[in-house]
């Protein structure tokens, strides 16, 4: 029944398509499909031979910003789902200039200024440029913001774009002109790369994330359209440091059940050290694949601070109704991970209550104080997400041209009550930092504490020190900074309403929460190779995790040291280890002890 529901909505796009021109009110879905293939053979279209700067950008000390950096602009293609990206702009607009491209401007305008959808909305921090386009999906024809000395030298970087789309491909160069910042491309050999925004996260200090689509468009094949760009991946590696500055770039396997392979469609980059990651019921959809995914990235990468990366997971709902289901079900692909930063609001989509609490209380609890805004998006005649696509792939973002970065590790929670709690963060601005301070509390009623921060080094790193505090307090603190030029900026961003947090926990205090064992059931078990042993505690503590042998002698020290409240994955590598039978032993800081046996082949 799916089937055929999908292939009559291509049937009418390609009605659509053959009596209008190719930009007009109605976009493809994400995935080249076969009335777009018809469309194209039947009518040709014109590839950009060039555009922009296609060399790599002359500066010394490049860097791509991440998505919860500082947002000058918002953009998006008017087309196809005007309610949704009218609830877009009326969230984006009070934190920035919303800048959309629209093929016939008075509509878009008239749209926005009625009634319809949420009422009337005034044109301020609205920017509408006339501009031809093919298609909604402007996250991955639209151009990346890189800067060129670190946090100074502004530019846009965009990739050869992976579809037959040509209007959409030039919608960088338009938005560059718009805003006056130059462009670079990879465009020409031999730095020509394929790549699609949807497929691209960044860290902001050099690391960024893809699955390997990246990979196999570049691999010198070719599709019904056009020939792939022919690169090793260390060639693809060094083009994107060439115009990324990036040094780190994880690639992991695709998903079998998403057919665009974008990572935005199942994990986001919340910060430095936190990843949001879709979850699937046991064995279902993707949820195997993603699993695997984040072991891998676990236990070869780590943050820009050398520490594990935190992994909050996130429901993905199935589609409602008849025909519905999980991906593997030929249902839907749905996804929160689809989300957009506009600076203190993030942008949200939704598909129905059961689901959406869960959701938003996720986002809450890991994003204090930003607004979550959700939009529906499987609703009122508007299920964009039937065509694999969401809020993230609908819009894109423009850095500011002068951030100001407080980057900061959060601290753990804690046993000590004697010792104060030193917070260190980076910080940095073109006009370099005249001030920094520490803000710290022990509520959340507006009465905050001040300390100055003190310079650490030269490398941009402050410091500044919470006083130590008894046992069962819960202290909350954010940095705020003062450029040279005047520029103030904080982070957590929405501070003081946004806030870090930690625990000074009597180690002593619910005991009882360990009755079941913190230790779970490590896998693959016979272990061969990379084996992960998953740690779910309900408290913060110190662990030391040891591999034994039959004679209860210590093999190896798999880990020691402070774990937060939350599921952890350790690792331990089985080559290592002769044959035979073991014993994993985890003991806690207040002396809590649980085994697990466990087999090496």
């Known amino acids: 029944m799916k089937l055929t529901i999908q292939q009559l909505l291509l049937s009418i796009f390609a009605l659509f398509f053959s009596v209008l021109s190719p930009a007009q009110h109605i976009t493809w879905p994400h995935e080249l499909g076969r009335a777009e293939r018809q469309y194209v053979e039947r009518n040709g279209f014109e590839p950009l031979q060039s555009r922009g700067i296609e060399t790599p950008p002359p500066f010394d000390s490049l860097r791509t910003a991440a998505e919860w950096e500082e947002v000058e602009a918002l953009t998006i293609s008017w087309t196809s789902f005007p309610c949704i990206q009218k609830q877009?702009?009326?969230?984006?607009?009070?934190?920035?200039?919303?800048?959309?491209?629209?093929?016939?401007?008075?509509?878009?305008?008239?749209?926005?200024?009625?009634?319809?959808?949420?009422?009337?909305?005034?044109?301020?921090?609205?920017?509408?440029?006339?501009?031809?386009?093919?298609?909604?999906?402007?996250?991955?024809?639209?151009a990346n913001t890189v800067y060129g000395s670190w946090n100074d030298d502004r530019i846009l970087v965009d990739w050869l774009y992976n579809r037959p789309r040509p209007e959409d491909d030039a919608i960088p160069d338009v938005l560059g002109e718009a805003m006056g910042i130059d462009l670079y491309s990879t465009t020409a050999e031999p730095t020509n790369l394929m790549n699609t925004g949807g497929n691209w996260m960044s860290d902001g200090f050099g690391t960024a994330f893809a699955s390997e689509l990246v990979q196999e468009e570049n691999d010198g094949g070719s599709t019904w359209w056009t020939d792939f760009p022919d690169h090793t991946e260390d060639e693809i590696n060094q083009i994107i440091s060439d115009f990324h500055g990036v040094d780190t770039y994880i690639k992991m396997p695709n998903l079998p059940f998403d057919g665009i392979h974008h990572i935005d469609m199942h994990m986001k980059l919340l910060d430095e050290s936190t990843l949001l990651v879709a979850e699937y019921p046991e064995g279902v959809a993707d949820g195997p694949q993603i699993n695997a995914n984040m072991e891998y990235v676990l236990s070869n990468y780590t943050t820009r601070w050398g520490t594990p990366f935190d992994v909050i997971r996130i429901p993905s709902p199935p589609e409602q109704g008849a025909g519905g289901g999980y991906p593997d079900q030929n249902g839907w692909y749905l996804t929160y991970t689809n989300s957009v930063f506009v600076n203190n609001t993030v942008l949200l989509p939704t598909y129905y209550t059961e689901y959406d609490t869960t959701a938003i209380h996720i986002y809450e609890e890991a994003l204090p104080g930003y607004e979550i805004v959700g939009i529906d998006c499987d609703n009122n005649g508007s299920a964009i997400i039937s065509l694999s696509g969401a809020i993230h792939c609908i819009t894109h973002t423009v850095g500011v041209e002068d951030p100001l970065i407080i980057s900061h590790l959060p601290l753990p929670d804690t046993e000590d009550d004697q010792n104060d709690y030193p917070v260190e963060a980076y910080i940095s601005h073109r006009s370099d930092i005249a001030s920094a301070t520490l803000h710290w509390s022990?509520?959340?009623?507006?009465?905050?504490?001040?300390?100055?921060?003190?310079?650490?080094?030269?490398?941009?790193?402050?410091?500044?020190?919470?006083?130590?505090?008894?046992?069962?307090?819960?202290?909350?603190?954010?940095?705020?900074?003062?450029?040279?030029?005047?520029?103030?900026?904080?982070?957590?961003?929405?501070?003081?309403?946004?806030?870090?947090?930690?625990?000074?926990?009597?180690?002593?205090?619910?005991?009882?929460?360990?009755e079941v064992s913190p230790l779970l059931q490590a896998f693959p078990n016979p272990a061969q190779a990379i084996t992960c042993i998953p740690v779910d505690l309900q408290r913060g503590t110190h662990v030391e995790l040891v591999l034994l042998n039959a004679l209860g002698e210590t093999v190896e020290l798999l880990h020691s040291g402070w774990l937060s409240a939350g599921t952890h994955k350790l690792f331990m590598n089985a080559e290592r280890h002769a044959a035979g039978a073991y014993l994993l032993s985890l003991r806690t800081s207040s002396g809590r002890l649980w085994s697990q046996r466990i087999m090496i082949q």
């Not at 200039?97 to 319809?116: G, K, Q």
């Not at 650490?456 to 900074?481: K, M, R, S």
């Open 442 to 514: 022990t509520e959340l009623s507006g009465n905050w504490n001040s300390v100055t921060m003190t310079t650490l080094d030269e490398e941009g790193n402050w410091t500044a020190n919470i006083p130590a505090h008894p046992q069962g307090t819960t202290l909350y603190y954010y940095v705020q900074a003062e450029a040279n030029s005047g520029k103030m900026g904080t982070r957590p961003m929405p501070a003081p309403e946004g806030w870090w947090n930690f625990d000074v926990f009597d180690p002593t205090v619910g005991i009882g929460e360990f």
């Open 88 to 142: 877009i702009v009326a969230a984006a607009k009070e934190e920035c200039t919303v800048i959309i491209f629209a093929d016939n401007p008075v509509e878009a305008e008239d749209y926005l200024t009625s009634a319809i959808c949420g009422g009337a909305l005034d044109l301020e921090n609205i920017q509408i440029i006339d501009a031809e386009y093919n298609t909604i999906w402007i996250r991955d024809y639209g």
